[in-house]
């Protein structure tokens, strides 16, 4: 007989042969402009730590108090024991940020994603969705089990067309897209959708996990980029990426939020977070209050190496935000470019099938507020000396 698992092994292989095998990059030190991973200093432009926090002397600080104050774990989930006076503050602290009633946070954006959508709709509503969403509103659709509604990319007339079949079906309609999609980096078309959902009762929700901190008044995200305060019924965001710590929320109603503490899975059944991750996150928001040059120095930067990668001649697609895409078309030449990348001194992902379209593989760059211009100069010139040798470049 046979090991029971061995159809995984069988899959490994193929993989292996297929050049679609993933080895984990190590990181040996901290996450920051340049780190060191798997023994070599490398600039980094593969982390989502767009303000540069992740080691921030504020957020360590706060964070260190916290492990003395209230040791490292908060003990149980939220709804028996878990609930720290610091939870409270950082929810309350995020939903005067994002100017709504309330906020809850949760272990992670996808737990935020996953929990919320499958708890707030069941089997006889209806979903539409982008189809570009990202996994965790896909896996909170699935959640759900709400009919499943897809529509092109950003097609807001395709969307509304949807919603107008359903006018007259019942159930409850869900319209929600990402506010920054995360491997193209371009903005939703959140002005169309909000009206479409307006227009035909829909609840609308926005995923602005790449777009807090970077988008917006001090980045409070794509609803304060369009001006759309209180029409966006059901918020997303994530502590994990330009906070520079860990977490999800949903910011919204009173009424959501309490429905979510009541219904939603990962609040309900997962333990909540140390202490010294909500004081991090909490300290993150005086950050961004206090740092706008954080933000400036982002958006710099990123204009910067965009059009140094565009004048060498590389294809950036559609971005408009720091995620800047490096299309090269076949998953192998992204990996394989992805490693002369590493090999001269920079980290840039590749990226293939089924992550993004096929024929459509790239290397993901994202620049951070902390890259210095010696830095990025030096990255455009390792990315034009490897183009030119793999031929990507003429
Ligand atoms: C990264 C991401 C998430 C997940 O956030 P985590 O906090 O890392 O779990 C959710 N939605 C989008 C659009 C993301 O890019």
Known sequence: MSHPLSYLHDQLEQWRAEGAYQRL??????????????????????????????THPKLREAAIQAVKDFGVGSGAVRTISGTMRIHMQLEERIAAFKNVEACVVFQSGFAANAGTVSAILGPD?????????????????RLSRAKIHVFPHKDVAAAEKILAELDNVPGHKLLVSDGVFSMDGDIGALPGLVEAAEKHGAI??????????????????????????GRVQVQVGTLSKAIGVLGGYVCGSRDLIDFLYHRARPFLFSTSHPPAVAAACLAAFDVLEQEPQRMENLWENTKYFKQGLT?????TGISETPITPV????????????????????????????????????????????HTKPELDQALEVFQKVGKKMGILV
């Open 327 to 370: 299309i090269v078309g076949e998953a192998k030449v992204a990996h394989g470019l992805s490693r002369e990348l590493f090999a001269a001194g920079v980290l840039a992902t590749g990226i293939g099938f089924p992550t993004v379209a096929k024929g459509k593989a790239r290397v993901r760059t994202i620049v951070t507020a902390t």
């Open 204 to 229: 609308m929700m926005v995923d602005d996990a790449h777009s807090s901190g970077v988008l917006g008044r001090q980045g409070r995200g794509t609803i304060d980029h369009f001006g759309l305060h």
């Open 25 to 54: 990059r190590i990181l040996e030190s901290a996450s920051a402009a340049e780190s060191r991973f798997d023994g070599k200093q490398v600039i980094n432009l593969a982390s989502n730590n767009y303000l540069g926090l992740t």
């Open 311 to 315: 004048s060498a001649g590389f294809n």
């Open 125 to 141: 509503d209806h979903i539409v969705s982008d189809e570009l969403n990202h996994a965790s509103i896909i896996d909170g659709c």
